[in-house]
């Protein structure tokens, strides 16, 4: 299976403020990296496929990088409801596999 | 609207079985695969396996091989995982969602918690 390793685990951030989260893919992964943001109370929402395709209705401050082992999640100007869990998954091949999560915290 | 709307949380003892159910609506249900996933509490997601609407075929994770069995009712559009001889491993939130032919999810359910206790 391929692990996904991603960095850091916990962030702490202000409105306003850029932040970036790696993953790391434990071998090729292509492009095929998503990116999901988790909140209590509501549905998974995803947010980058194909590691830069932004998924409809998602804001363009959020933006994906990356290819081959290593992918970044930018958020450009925070915004308070960007506050929150983010995972990456590879989707280049089954077993589907996550990284361990990201706590985007306010500062 | 595409919906997924889970059944709601279970408490169940060890040993004993569940279904879980995963109503869907604003879509032709026959034409996409439905994931279920797995997350223990703080801890990350684990893909669990995928069934095809449209003929219940099945992918699983060799993980949960002989954990968990995946059907689907077309006729209402609901998508079900039986997850047997329940442990304290078992214990977590699982998500249904539906899964693109490029294996990304763009819809998930709200999650249903099942507590193994006895």
């Known amino acids: 299976d391929v692990q996904m390793t991603q960095s850091p685990y916990n962030l702490a951030a202000s409105p306003g403020e850029s932040v970036s989260i790696n993953c790391k893919a434990s071998?090729?992964?292509?492009?095929?990296l998503a990116w999901y943001q988790q909140k209590p109370g509501k549905a998974n929402k995803l947010l980058i496929y194909?590691?830069?395709t932004l998924q409809s209705g998602i804001p363009s401050r959020f933006s994906g990088s990356g290819s081959g082992t290593d992918f970044t999640l930018t958020i450009r100007s925070l915004e308070p409801e960007d506050f929150g869990l983010y995972y990456c998954?590879?989707?280049?091949?089954?077993?589907?596999?996550f990284g361990g999560g990201t706590k985007l915290e306010l500062k | 609207e595409v919906q997924l709307q889970q059944s709601g949380a279970e408490l169940v003892k060890p040993g004993a079985s569940v279904k879980l159910s995963c109503k869907t609506s604003?879509?032709?249900?026959?034409?996409?695969?439905m994931s279920w996933l797995k997350q223990m509490p703080g801890q990350n997601i684990e893909w669990i396996g995928n069934?095809?609407?449209?003929?219940?075929?099945?992918g699983y994770n060799q993980k949960f091989k002989g954990k968990a069995t995946l059907t689907v009712d077309k006729s209402s559009s609901t998508a079900y995982m039986d997850l047997s001889s329940l442990t304290s491993e078992d214990s977590a939130v699982y998500f249904c969602a539906r899964e693109t032919f490029g294996g990304w999810f763009a819809y998930w359910g709200q999650g249903t918690l099942v507590t193994v206790s006895s």
């Open positions: 998954q590879q989707h280049n091949e089954y077993p589907w596999t």
């Open positions: 604003g879509y032709t249900f026959s034409n996409y695969y």
């Open positions: 194909d590691g830069s």
């Open positions: 071998k090729s992964i292509s492009k095929y």
């Open positions: 069934i095809y609407g449209g003929n219940g075929g099945t």
